[in-house]
């Protein structure tokens, strides 16, 4: 009777073939061990070194020699080192390593061929040198690598850089830069895959960490597009680009580039430029489509945030001279420019007068500036500017402000500010026009000045030099005209203090020559400014019932008025009206023109006292002797006065009626 296998035999056979795999196993194990354990001993090191130097020459597309001893090791890895790496030859030396660590393929050495997997720099130093006209010492081995590349079009396998260094030294900008603790790694297995590149150093003391990925690097050496996905990240800036990168000399890349910073101020110095100081050029963020050029980044739709300042446009930079070429123009709905400049604040400090902080413009020699700029609102400080339109320029430290135009207070503002270094500190020149604008409002923004109103035009040419606000005012000469309607000057009620004087002449002039408003229905008046002091020969308010003519200096510097002036109280305004009805009384205006003392002169006020007849006499006899020896002066030749100069005529008064 048939039965079926013993159990018992069954267990042995199984235990049997067991053992035999396991004996089989064991001895290849051992094999391959005594083989990597007689690897060091039997590989020639002259033989290693060959191969390894042939191969590397052949990726890196440059000569490469190494002249230090070969090592080979079996743990952690089966691994060869090479000390003493040369990358270059001559005068071309590119890089030079402490070592060259490749992994060894097991199975190609075991048949012995010398076979590796990857590489690792350890130590190296890179020397890059830009020239004035672009070009590099790296420039013949890149195109050196691509045409291996091409040829072989395999991939760069793995590869990598252990604690490495490199200088950069830029003929075209003068700068010298240094990056350390290099560790990068660079896998490109295949020639039909991606390339991944990961790493971080460290630039101008700030860690910096970068990666990307390449789409088909292989790409870029037959001129055709791929994708690129790259961030770098570091403490002043953050970086990222995603979008396409070419092989053509005409176009890098192109795509969506985004630049984010907290200070840009710090941005800008830790690339070395000198932006100074300041409360400006802080938060700044910037994202668009961008093409890239070897000289230059082209924005074409972008949005830039600087200081909490929003816009939109095109945006160009270039980096073709010694700094870096900045045009573009932008839109936006409003702009707070006071930051830009603080330093400049024409409204006075409380109790200390001009602003003496000093004026700093090292801020322009980092870049040059061509910008061409539109606002909806602008806010300088406490004024503020409806639509506007300007361009910025700036070249070799020299600052250019035009504005085209602006719609501010009722009308409309255009002018231009240079702004350039000098000897003294900064030279300044400026020049304003402005048409049917509130006067009121405008100079109590611009100057902290509230004590004139009315509608006028105004044309205003100045210069000055000096290290800050208060020197640019001791130094100031230039020359405006002013004519307004329909306002008034606060401070004084001049035809309550005339019928006053009219009544009682010696009586005090009363709370109404620091109070209260006069009048005018036209002003005009043109004023020269030579060395800080602002002369006139004539301004002249008329209204109805008062006019009043002025005549003096004001100390720019010191913010001080010292006028004379006569005003009169019309008796009639009619056909029949003569200047003897008329009462005029002369008077000062002196002390600080935020807050200065109207006076009447005493020796006028005495003349009408019927009381003071005796000091009239007196004053009778002074003028006759006065007259007498002014006769006797001008038979001797003597000259006593000069001829005033010519005044220019007065700018023409604001329309504000409608013609019939």
């Given at each position: 009777?048939?039965?079926?296998?013993?159990?018992?035999?069954?267990?042995?056979?199984?235990?049997?073939?067991?053992?035999?795999?396991?004996?089989?196993?064991?001895?290849?194990?051992?094999?391959?061990?005594?083989?990597?354990?007689?690897?060091?001993?039997?590989?020639?090191?002259?033989?290693?070194?060959?191969?390894?130097?042939?191969?590397?020459?052949?990726?890196?597309?440059?000569?490469?020699?190494?002249?230090?001893?070969?090592?080979?090791?079996?743990?952690?890895?089966?691994?060869?080192?090479l000390d003493g790496v040369t990358i270059g030859t001559g005068g071309e030396v590119l890089a030079t390593a402490d070592a060259a660590v490749g992994a060894l393929r097991l199975f190609p050495l075991l048949a012995g061929r010398v076979s590796i997997s990857d590489y690792t720099l350890v130590r190296p130093r890179i020397a890059v040198r830009v020239a004035a006209n672009g070009t590099s010492n790296w420039d013949r081995a890149l195109e050196a690598i691509r045409q291996v590349s091409r040829e072989r079009s395999g991939g760069l396998a793995d590869f990598r850089i252990v604690q490495g260094e490199a200088l950069v030294i830029d003929e075209k900008t003068q700068q010298r830069v240094e990056i350390d603790g290099m560790e990068i790694a660079v896998s490109w297995p295949r020639f039909d895959r991606q390339a991944n590149i990961s790493g971080r150093f460290t630039l101008r003391d700030e860690p910096v960490e970068i990666s990307a990925v390449v789409a088909r690097p292989l790409a870029l050496l037959t001129a055709e597009p791929t994708g690129l996905k790259m961030r770098l990240a570091a403490a002043p800036v953050r970086v990222g680009f995603d979008g396409q990168i070419a092989g053509r000399a005409q176009t890098l890349a192109s795509g969506t580039?985004?630049?984010?910073?907290?200070?840009?101020?710090?941005?800008?110095?830790?690339?070395?430029?000198?932006?100074?100081?300041?409360?400006?050029?802080?938060?700044?963020?910037?994202?668009?489509?961008?093409?890239?050029?070897?000289?230059?980044?082209?924005?074409?739709?972008?949005?830039?945030?600087?200081?909490?300042?929003?816009?939109?446009?095109?945006?160009?930079?270039?980096?073709?001279?010694?700094?870096?070429?900045?045009?573009?123009?932008?839109?936006?709905?409003?702009?707070?420019?006071?930051?830009?400049?603080?330093?400049?604040?024409?409204?006075?400090?409380?109790?200390?007068?001009?602003?003496?902080?000093?004026?700093?413009?090292?801020?322009?020699?980092?870049?040059?500036?061509?910008?061409?700029?539109?606002?909806?609102?602008?806010?300088?400080?406490?004024?503020?500017?409806?639509?506007?339109?300007?361009?910025?320029?700036?070249?070799?430290?020299?600052?250019?402000?035009?504005?085209?135009?602006?719609?501010?207070?009722?009308?409309?503002?255009?002018?231009?500010?240079?702004?350039?270094?000098?000897?003294?500190?900064?030279?300044?020149?400026?020049?304003?026009?402005?048409?049917?604008?509130?006067?009121?409002?405008?100079?109590?923004?611009?100057?902290?000045?509230?004590?004139?109103?009315?509608?006028?035009?105004?044309?205003?040419?100045?210069?000055?030099?000096?290290?800050?606000?208060?020197?640019?005012?001791?130094?100031?000469?230039?020359?405006?005209?002013?004519?307004?309607?329909?306002?008034?000057?606060?401070?004084?009620?001049?035809?309550?203090?005339?019928?006053?004087?009219?009544?009682?002449?010696?009586?005090?002039?009363?709370?109404?020559?620091?109070?209260?408003?006069?009048?005018?229905?036209?002003?005009?008046?043109?004023?020269?400014?030579?060395?800080?002091?602002?002369?006139?020969?004539?301004?002249?308010?008329?209204?109805?019932?008062?006019?009043?003519?002025?005549?003096?200096?004001?100390?720019?510097?010191?913010?001080?008025?010292?006028?004379?002036?006569?005003?009169?109280?019309?008796?009639?305004?009619?056909?029949?009206?003569?200047?003897?009805?008329?009462?005029?009384?002369?008077?000062?205006?002196?002390?600080?023109?935020?807050?200065?003392?109207?006076?009447?002169?005493?020796?006028?006020?005495?003349?009408?006292?019927?009381?003071?007849?005796?000091?009239?006499?007196?004053?009778?006899?002074?003028?006759?002797?006065?007259?007498?020896?002014?006769?006797?002066?001008?038979?001797?030749?003597?000259?006593?006065?000069?001829?005033?100069?010519?005044?220019?005529?007065?700018?023409?008064?604001?329309?504000?009626?409608?013609?019939?």
């Amino acid at each position: 009777m048939g039965g079926s296998p013993d159990p018992g035999s069954r267990r042995v056979s199984l235990a049997s073939s067991l053992k035999r795999v396991l004996t089989i196993v064991g001895a290849t194990a051992l094999v391959l061990a005594l083989a990597l354990a007689l690897v060091p001993a039997l590989l020639p090191a002259e033989a290693v070194r060959n191969t390894v130097t042939a191969e590397l020459s052949q990726r890196l597309g440059v000569p490469v020699s190494i002249s230090g001893p070969v090592s080979i090791s079996v743990l952690p890895q089966l691994s060869v080192q090479l000390d003493g790496v040369t990358i270059g030859t001559g005068g071309e030396v590119l890089a030079t390593a402490d070592a060259a660590v490749g992994a060894l393929r097991l199975f190609p050495l075991l048949a012995g061929r010398v076979s590796i997997s990857d590489y690792t720099l350890v130590r190296p130093r890179i020397a890059v040198r830009v020239a004035a006209n672009g070009t590099s010492n790296w420039d013949r081995a890149l195109e050196a690598i691509r045409q291996v590349s091409r040829e072989r079009s395999g991939g760069l396998a793995d590869f990598r850089i252990v604690q490495g260094e490199a200088l950069v030294i830029d003929e075209k900008t003068q700068q010298r830069v240094e990056i350390d603790g290099m560790e990068i790694a660079v896998s490109w297995p295949r020639f039909d895959r991606q390339a991944n590149i990961s790493g971080r150093f460290t630039l101008r003391d700030e860690p910096v960490e970068i990666s990307a990925v390449v789409a088909r690097p292989l790409a870029l050496l037959t001129a055709e597009p791929t994708g690129l996905k790259m961030r770098l990240a570091a403490a002043p800036v953050r970086v990222g680009f995603d979008g396409q990168i070419a092989g053509r000399a005409q176009t890098l890349a192109s795509g969506t580039m985004t630049v984010e910073t907290t200070s840009l101020r710090a941005l800008l110095r830790w690339l070395g430029q000198h932006p100074g100081v300041g409360s400006a050029l802080g938060s700044f963020a910037l994202k668009g489509e961008v093409r890239v050029t070897p000289t230059e980044l082209a924005f074409s739709q972008v949005n830039a945030e600087l200081d909490g300042n929003v816009a939109e446009g095109a945006l160009t930079v270039s980096f073709q001279g010694a700094r870096p070429q900045i045009q573009g123009t932008l839109d936006a709905d409003r702009v707070v420019a006071t930051p830009y400049f603080s330093d400049m604040n024409p409204i006075p400090e409380t109790d200390r007068g001009w602003n003496r902080r000093p004026i700093d413009l090292s801020a322009l020699t980092s870049s040059d500036i061509d910008l061409r700029l539109s606002a909806r609102e602008v806010v300088l400080g406490s004024a503020k500017l409806g639509r506007s339109a300007a361009s910025v320029t700036s070249r070799n430290g020299r600052l250019t402000l035009t504005l085209g135009e602006a719609q501010a207070y009722g009308g409309s503002l255009r002018g231009a500010l240079v702004l350039s270094p000098h000897a003294d500190g900064v030279e300044v020149r400026a020049t304003l026009n402005v048409q049917r604008a509130e006067l009121g409002q405008g100079l109590s923004e611009w100057f902290g000045y509230r004590r004139l109103d009315g509608v006028g035009n105004a044309q205003i040419s100045i210069e000055g030099h000096g290290p800050t606000m208060s020197d640019l005012a001791r130094t100031a000469s230039g020359q405006a005209t002013l004519t307004a309607v329909d306002g008034a000057i606060r401070g004084f009620n001049a035809e309550a203090i005339l019928r006053r004087l009219e009544r009682r002449p010696l009586a005090a002039t009363g709370a109404d020559a620091r109070s209260g408003r006069t009048p005018y229905d036209r002003m005009a008046a043109t004023i020269r400014i030579v060395n800080g002091i602002a002369t006139t020969e004539d301004i002249m308010l008329d209204g109805q019932i008062v006019r009043v003519r002025l005549q003096g200096s004001a100390q720019l510097q010191a913010r001080e008025l010292d006028l004379r002036g006569i005003a009169t109280l019309k008796r009639s305004t009619g056909p029949s009206a003569t200047s003897d009805s008329n009462f005029e009384l002369p008077f000062v205006v002196q002390g600080s023109w935020d807050d200065p003392f109207v006076l009447p002169d005493p020796q006028s006020l005495i003349r009408r006292s019927g009381a003071a007849a005796p000091l009239r006499d007196v004053n009778r006899d002074r003028d006759a002797l006065r007259a007498v020896l002014d006769a006797i002066n001008r038979q001797s030749g003597q000259d006593i006065s000069e001829p005033l100069p010519p005044i220019p005529s007065f700018a023409p008064y604001p329309s504000l009626r409608p013609q019939n």
